[in-house]
DNA sequence: GATTGTGAAGAGCTTCACAGCT
DNA sequence: AGCTGTGAAGCTCTTCACAATC
């Protein structure tokens, strides 16, 4: 029962969107869903589904589907959601703030144990129960805790910086809000969340559908 | 000099990061640009570079590389960056106040007309200088205002509601921060930003390295 | 010599289609 | 009949490699 097999970054993102789905079944007290039914609440072919749950061996039931609580339990554990993940956050500015608030997350498996800022004015305040720290305290904080996660939610000339400090703090994964590109070592994960970014590209998208075909009228 | 021809999704991605770059070295005063060091300066092959720019005709030269000034102008154009984008925001909590303070948005070409609520108490406060304003209020002031984007920052249960009410203003754009799918019809361009999918991702992504071949020591 | 533009090869992902199981 | 698992086909994106250009 060895999990490991390649798994693509687009199946990967699947993953997570199959296991939302799969949670509110579970809740709502469904026991199976086929391939089919599982690709249309997540706009998936249902081929599709079905080779991404491949990885799995065959969980699947011909004539039936797959049984919604094996199912689950199988993404929970691909995805690592079935333990918790120690995270810290660095820049306790208006972004830093609201991720720190959004009730999502404690709520999937991420605990936020640290909080740290540069600005003096800043340290020693308190956001969402946790005491911002000053960033000489980030090492420490982050082998104590046993942190594996850094959010970076500072302006972006800062970004580079404070990621080497966490990489050298033993982060093995950061989520960087901040617009540029953190140029780490494999080992690393890095996602980026940039909004600046997604805007652009809604306004791109809008002009494409604008230039070419239907110029909506 | 008719730009069309279809781009791609992943084109107009890193068309975005080439426009970042091009930008400070425009500020630095550089003049012009190879493929190769784009490439590097955006984690992207100097083929592909050349591959994504051979939409706007034979804009390098040789030898020389590509001229900083036009390629900037090719891309803002592109991207749509040449003109002002007015967007309205739903949602006024911890995530939506935080967009609208966040200070690239507006140096960007995105403005912020109006921004919206459900909540009573949320109602007629100012954000960022705008007055809150009650939904039924969102057509109205959509049009009046001539918005183009709509930002979605409410709780998932919410968000299909409020995406059909943009939709129904006449909005052409949605960035969607609402962790749930919103399915809409293909002339409305929808980006989503969902932070947990983010986290999972990048828990997703640190277990795979940690799975396969490189057991971090 | 440096660098572009691009056809062709390569890699990766998605969809089809169908045998086989329940 | 309904549905899975999967080989094969199809499609898209990336990389290579090289003639053409400055």
Redesign the pocket.
Known sequence: MIISE?I????GR?MSLYLRVLHSLLELGQVS??????GSQTG???????????CF??????????RILDLHEQLRRLLGMDQTWNAVLVGAGNIGRALMAYPRFRNEGFDFVAAFDQDKKTIGKQIAGLKIQPMSELKKTVKEKRAKLGLIAVPPDAAVHVAHSLMDAGIRGILNFAPIRLDLPAEIAVVNVDFTDALEQLAFEIRLSTIDGKTTK
Do not use: F, H, M, W
Request: glycine share 12%; proline share 6%.
């Open positions: 390649r693509s970054k687009p199946t699947r869903i086929s391939s089919k039914e599982l998936v072919k249902d081929a599709q589904v079905r080779k991404d749950l491949a061996g065959s969980l699947g039931r011909p004539g039936v589907g797959y």
